[in-house]
């Protein structure tokens, strides 16, 4: 179980190497930095920790961060720095930053990519990173990371979030590592899939905190208890019916029984088309089917 130490409230005394970032993504890039940390706090003998916002810094996440502290188990961490994105914490400087995990933590080690930013204004850098391990009286040794790149292109959440925007979700799984997902408790919709469209769905609200996908018609890979089966989903509205509220509508191939209640979690594996307006349910049906045509062949 991850210690969570709360910035300038808490102390840890055990030697650490910290790892310095955001963290709100975990895509290639940040697996790839905390696997090298991983290895050096192995070498030296200390404990891993990693520096994370809770909340990112605003706006929606590509990971909440319960998920986060899952995905860090398989890295080592032993404690995560946890800190407010607040606007008395945007004020503190470079230096200041640096003087505050020194005194509340045994740091020993610390750790970034190369374009990490810190401090008032993003002022603080890996050279002042570097110059600060440098002064012998701090004690501490300092190693930057250098970006990760997926076909020329800095891997970064932003890049991820937009690849997400724009459906573009077989790049964003590319980059991330993983397929992006959400879960979500089943509730009850109008029963029009099984009773007329003869698709029976799964209905739920998208999770406010999560970066939302394109609106549009998904293959997905459906987690329901220990079952992973492929489906197709739509996200948004539901035009052939006239209806514009917004909703994660998901079909899964080959489930029967009933999912009220329960927490399902669906995962994007690439976008089939835009949402459509049909003009009869049999239209609808038709185009339905050759989705899951498309959904069940192997990628």
């Not at 607040?86 to 020194?102: A, G, N, R, V």
């Not at 999770?207 to 329901?224: A, S």
């Amino acid at each position: 179980m991850l210690e969570i130490i709360r910035y300038n409230e808490d102390n840890y005394e055990f030697p650490s190497l910290l790892v310095l970032g955001c963290f709100d993504g975990l895509h290639i890039g940040h697996a790839e930095l905390l696997k090298k940390a991983k290895l050096q706090a192995k070498i030296n003998g200390l404990d891993l920790g990693i520096m994370m916002f809770k909340e990112g810094k605003g706006g929606r996440q590509l990971y909440t961060f319960e998920e986060r502290m899952k995905l860090l188990e398989q890295f080592n961490v032993k404690f995560v720095l946890l800190i407010d994105f607040t606007d008395e914490f945007k004020k503190i400087s470079p230096q200041q930053f640096l003087e505050s995990l020194d005194d509340k933590l045994n740091v020993k080690a610390l750790m970034s990519g190369r374009d990490f930013r810190f401090g008032a204004g993003a002022k603080g850098k890996s050279a002042q990173l570097k110059a600060y391990a440098e002064d012998e009286e701090n004690g501490i040794w300092y190693m930057p990371v250098k970006d990760e790149t997926y076909v020329g292109e800095k891997v970064s959440t932003t890049l991820i979030k937009n690849c997400l925007e724009q459906g573009n979700v077989v790049k964003a799984n590319a980059l991330l590592g993983r397929n992006y997902s959400v879960t979500g408790i089943v509730i009850e919709g109008a029963n029009r899939g099984k009773k007329v469209v003869g698709f029976p769905t799964v209905n739920m609200r998208y999770p406010v905190d999560k970066v939302e996908v394109k609106k549009g018609v998904y293959k997905v890979k459906c987690l329901v208890g220990e079952e992973e089966l492929v489906g197709i989903a739509n996200y948004g509205g539901r035009p052939t019916f006239n209806e514009t509220s917004v909703i994660l509508e998901a079909y899964i191939d080959g489930f029967t029984g009933s999912l009220y209640g329960r927490a399902v979690t669906v995962e994007f594996i690439e976008m089939i088309r835009e949402t459509e307006k049909f003009e009869s349910v049999a239209e609808l049906t038709a185009q339905l089917k050759e989705d899951l045509k498309r959904a069940r062949l192997k990628v």
